[in-house]
């Protein structure tokens, strides 16, 4: 129905009731349940007011307290901390410069030994093993020589002219006593030059200071 309209009806007789009870049914049926009210007149004797007010199924519906499940809050959920960005520009937008060479390290060059003396003359080797001038024992695998008059550890390169090999010996010994020779290399010192079957040759010397 559009709106709720109110009837007070008022019967007098047994009949009249039945009557109203019949209407209240005929409502309930097409949706609309009228409410019936007795009503007893005091100036009236023996009628009785019926409230005819219409009334929706609705309202008559028990009142239950809607029950609805608890959700329990889900645990909040904390967000990671947003990247920021550096107010810098971006290395890549940079103009690249190349990375310094390490600079080579000057190697350290050994002054040339001053010479004090040169020459030429015979020298031949011997390799017996025996002891040297200054209290040595003859090595002939070591790098040495004997000299007539040269202070004892004094250095002196010999060059085969021949060939433009040389060695350089330390004198730790005296002699050769033998004409137009002034040095008696090892054999060692004398197969750094030439072949130790040519016995003696003429050389070239410097005295190293």
Request: hydrophobic share 35%; aromatic share 4%; charged share 15%.
């Amino acid at each position: 129905m559009a709106g709720k309209h109110s009837r007070t009806r008022i019967f007098s007789s047994p009949a009249g009731i039945v009557a109203t009870a019949a209407v209240g049914v005929a409502l309930a049926v097409g949706g609309t349940v009228g409410a019936v009210q007795l009503v007893s007149g005091s100036d009236q004797t023996g009628q009785t007011a019926l409230d005819l007010t219409p009334t929706t199924a609705s309202s008559l519906a028990p009142s239950s307290p809607a029950v609805s499940p608890s959700v329990s809050a889900s645990p909040s959920v904390t967000t990671s901390p947003s990247a920021t960005r550096s107010p810098q520009a971006a290395s890549r937008g940079k103009e690249r410069t190349s990375s310094p060479k390490p600079k080579p390290t000057a190697r350290k060059t050994t002054a040339a030994a001053k010479v004090l003396e040169s020459g030429s003359c015979g020298a031949s080797f011997y390799s017996d093993g025996q002891l040297t001038a200054n209290g040595e024992s003859f090595n002939p695998d070591a790098l040495t020589a004997a000299h007539k008059t040269l202070p004892f550890n004094t250095k002196v390169r010999v060059t085969n002219p021949a060939n433009g090999k040389s060695v350089t010996v330390r004198i730790n010994d005296r002699g050769p006593f033998i004409d137009g020779r002034c040095l008696d290399l090892s054999r060692a010192a004398f197969a750094t030059i030439a072949s130790v079957d040519v016995g003696a040759l003429t050389v070239r010397y410097e005295v190293l200071g």
